[in-house]
């Protein structure tokens, strides 16, 4: 599967503490009825949790939007360069295109939640 990043940068939030870890949030594409999105957690090593331990949830105003897909078994992918990222992809119904409000981290049973109303409802892409 190709996905198309945003151009500025992999994350687009602030980095914030949650189970442990740090984590931000990126809005990968917004369109077409739907939100693609992921989650980048800074990790020790390669088995500090495993997809089932990460969530995200999405709102459009006070609606929060439905998942279409979370990350499975197996799933999450790890970028290692001097410090080891977890990310964990995302993508949420958004039949009405509305324009994105918070979204929420969940990992270890601890939650965060990031402000996304930046307007940034159609990032710019790269191929």
Do not use: C
């Not at 945003?6 to 740090?22: C, I, P, Q, Y």
């Not at 088995?47 to 197996?74: C, K, M, V, Y």
């Amino acid at each position: 599967m190709v996905r198309q990043l945003r151009r500025d940068t992999l994350m687009n939030s602030e980095f914030k503490a949650v189970g442990g870890h740090w984590a931000a949030v990126s809005v990968d594409a917004a369109g077409d009825g739907q939100v693609a999105m992921h989650v980048g957690v800074s990790v020790a090593g390669y088995e500090e949790f495993g997809e089932a331990d990460l969530d995200l949830s999405l709102w459009a105003g006070d609606r929060q939007l439905e998942a279409i897909r979370r990350p499975g078994a197996g799933e999450l992918i790890f970028v290692e360069t001097k410090a080891i990222t977890a990310i964990g992809q995302f993508a949420f119904a958004n039949p009405e295109n509305s324009a994105l409000s918070v979204a929420q981290v969940t990992l270890l049973g601890e939650s965060v939640v990031y402000d996304v109303s930046n307007g940034d409802t159609e990032p710019p892409l790269v191929a």
